[in-house]
């Protein structure tokens, strides 16, 4: 038995490597027990059925998991859980430090099993991603301000039209230095300098003995020479290298954005990558359109990816602009009937390409922006080469979207060579306004019991943010798919999805054919999926999946049973989800629930679609309520 006699003092900390201490000093704690711990620091709680399944992944989980625990009790000198406690909690006697030390999250208990490790990267790439995303630019230029001594200089790479002003301001008003451009002035001033930078810049900074320097660079390509001089010769305790962070969603909505319909707040979003600048001229513009209904690029963001563009050959100006036509991954067939296999590493290396597999291009809205610049008659022209060949190559959905992008009809015939089938031919039709096949989801109409507990098991992909019942999944093109997990009671409940999404998915599955908007599944494979132009729900039983509309506001309750996990995700090749998902008892109908005291019961009735027991059933069925 430990000698721990009391319970002041015991501290996890998750930050750097993972460690129970007592009063200070470690407690020798088994690495499987240290993980256990470490995943209930996180996630709050969870059932003794998720702790099995992700420590032992065997069929003596549960058994281990006691086991476990009682060598916990064993070196804490106490039981940290109640004995039949079913989730379990780290109780309030355990203080969860994650900020002890400047490192890496969660070291030293990686490899304990496959599904923790991926648990782990999960929660690491979150954490950089809230860093991120909490460091807006005037919390970033006051947490500079704050790190670095006069003279300093800041090395700045913003996206072309990126509004400076919320920066400069923040940093001008944190370091008590008055803005000045260029390198005249008096010596204590914040110095702003843009390329071309002019002569004597270098010398100048290099000789300055107070004040602060910040040198914008261009946003693609490599270092101006004088930059790397001064990276080789300034002080680097004095010098940083920022690049600004986009604009959040949150943010946009609450500023930009606040007076604009959910859907149309999202696609101008999207439209503009979260580049506060773009966003800002998009909104002096009243959110004009062309006659395409796409959003029109502002003149001053042209103009700004014009000067970007003055530092690559024509040659790789042109193939840039003609690759920018198709919205997916560049492929090998694509870069020669564009003629741009020859501009590829000049694009690459000044960072207008990226390569992580296939081709795409490093920031979207560049993408977007030269594409729209393009004169619709030679736009038009691209999209017509581009779709004949994408038919010859056999990927008829990627033909599809550029022969609707140049104006020409679209038929969707069984005999065509690549043509989709499944689950995504489905979405397709729903699309393009053809019927779909299926017979209606298996209904139940049942009560609604109490609130039950939902504790998020993992995230996956960018931009996913929330907590409690509110979730938010924010994709921007080039991202993958974006997903969060819940556990689920194992038994009859009720999960309440409502909300709202929209997304950018040519003919409903995008160009690679499998970004459908959002989802819901099960671990044993059934799904809800809410696609694009489908007028009333569907059930679709060779796979698995209930068809639901997605237009407007989403309200839809679904019934589930034995299952332990669930998780909603979009694979959208750029979307907005915001949702709020709650999971209820299944409340008890009948006499019996009319003799039971009204209080504490929720006497709400609704059709649930019933993902318990199969999918379709004839139209006519509608089984009456379920018993608790």
Partial sequence: MSNVVNNAGFRLVLQGEVRLEYQGRPVAVRKKGLALLAYLGVVGAASRARLADLLWQNGTGR?????????????????????????????????????????????????????????????????????????????????????????????????????????????????????????????????VVSPPYPDGCTEALLAAREGGWVLRVPAYGEDPR?????????????????????????????????????????????????????????????????????????????AAYQLEMRYVSLEARLALERLSIHPGPITEALIDVLDARGALDELERRGWLTYDGAWRFREPESRTVLCRSLQPGRRGTYHREVAVLMEVEGDWLAGAYHRIAAGQPVVLTESDRGVPNGLVQAAVRAALGLEVDGASPRYLETMVGPELALLEAERHGPGTSGEGADWRMVKIPGNGPSAISFELPGKRALVHLRGRCWAEAPLGVGVAGQALPLEFELADGHRVVFVQGLTEPLAQDGEDAVLMPLSGAIDVWLLVSDAIEGRILTRAEAAVVELEITLHAVGRGGAQAANEPAQGREMRQVMAIDLSSGIGVPATEVRRPVGG
Avoid at 273 to 287: I, K, T, V
């Fill in 63 to 191: 058994a281990n998991l006691r086991v476990e625990l009682h060598r916990l009790a064993d070196v804490t000198g106490r039981s940290l859980f109640e004995p039949r406690a079913d989730p379990l909690r780290l109780p309030s006697w355990v203080t969860v430090d994650r900020d002890a030390v400047d490192d890496t999250l969660l070291e030293g208990i990686d490899g304990v099993s496959f599904d923790l490790d991926r648990w782990i990267e999960g929660v690491r790439a979150q954490a950089e991603r809230k860093v991120l995303q909490n460091r807006r630019a005037g919390d970033l230029a006051r947490g500079l301000a704050g790190e670095l001594r006069s003279p300093f200089l800041i090395v700045l790479r913003a996206r072309p039209a990126e509004d400076l002003d919320e920066f400069l301001t923040a940093l001008s008003d944190a370091t008590r230095l008055p803005l000045v451009e260029g390198v005249g002035g008096p010596a204590r001033a914040l110095r």
């Fill in 226 to 302: 004088e930059v790397l001089e001064l990276r080789n010769a300034f002080d680097p305790a004095r010098l940083r290298y920022v690049e600004l962070p986009r604009v959040s969603w949150e943010d946009a909505r609450q500023g930009l954005l606040h007076d604009l319909r959910f859907e149309q707040a999202a696609e101008a979003y999207v439209f503009t990558g979260g580049n506060g600048g773009f966003l800002r001229e998009l909104a002096r513009m009243q959110w004009v359109r062309e006659g395409d209904g796409v959003f029109a690029v502002p003149q001053r963001v042209r």
